[in-house]
């Protein structure tokens, strides 16, 4: 088993209910400074605001774009995610249009997932984009050629769950994703990760990132048991 010395380092600080008020937010920033997590992941509605709280600060800031059911236009998508990087978002998690890629539509698709990396990639080539698969509402053989939809249309990761539909992440998945995108992609976990655990176990079966709202009762795990 990989041994994590920083497991901070991995993780998406998340917060993504509808119901999150700006003390939250704040909050959440604040954590992201104190555990030195990669990032805090927020609804857009936030970005500008915690682009003001973490500007001294290594976090970065993390967005979702088309969420929770990918089911925009690619147009909305792109002026989202454009939006958001005027705001000072440094990564996008966008959801793949699941409709369309369980109908065969699979060019729809890809430009989709294009179309937003490229609108983006414009302002910078260091800004990320992780496409959120939902892999709960997906086969096996849809899992397989979603991956190799994202990497072709220049995505830089792959992400199992919004968090908000039926099911997250499973080692399963993360095995499966890993296996197709190898080490040209990344691979986030999302969606039920809550213990130290289970957040090492996604790592060990390929995940990159562990995208979370449990961050800090993983970090105090992980610190309490002497790793």
């Known amino acids: ?15 993504l209910k509808p119901d999150a008020t700006q003390e939250d937010i704040f909050k959440l920033c604040r954590e ?4 030195h997590f990669a990032a805090v992941c927020v609804n857009p509605y936030w970005v500008s605001r915690c682009t003001d709280w973490l500007k001294d600060s290594h976090a970065k800031i993390c967005t979702v774009i088309g969420f929770p059911l990918g089911a925009n236009t690619t147009a909305v998508k792109v002026a989202e ?12 998690d966008m959801v793949i249009n699941i409709g369309a890629l369980k109908s065969g539509s699979l060019i729809d698709v890809e430009t989709d997932i294009k179309a937003v990396t490229e609108s983006v990639k414009k302002y910078t080539k260091d800004i990320l984009v992780k496409v959120i698969l939902e892999t709960c509402l997906l086969t096996h053989d849809e899992k397989v050629i979603a991956c190799k939809l994202s990497e072709k249309a220049g995505a830089d990761f792959v992400k199992t769950s919004t ?11 993360i095995h499966l994703m890993k296996q197709h995108v190898g080490n040209r992609l990344g691979v986030k976990a999302s969606g039920g990760i809550r213990d130290y655990e289970t957040a090492i176990a996604m790592i060990n079966a390929g995940a990159t990132r562990i995208g979370t709202s449990s961050g800090v009762k993983i970090v105090r795990d992980q610190k309490n048991r002497g790793e």
């Not at 992201?32 to 555990?35: G, H, L, R, S, V």
Request: charged share 25%.
């Open 1 to 15: 088993m990989k041994r994590i010395e920083n497991i901070s380092s991995y993780i998406d600080h998340t917060l």
């Open 163 to 173: 968090g908000f539909s039926t099911g997250g992440a499973t080692l399963e998945d």
């Open 32 to 35: 992201a400074i104190d555990y």
């Open 81 to 92: 995610a454009r939006q958001a990087v005027e705001d000072g978002a440094h990564e996008i």
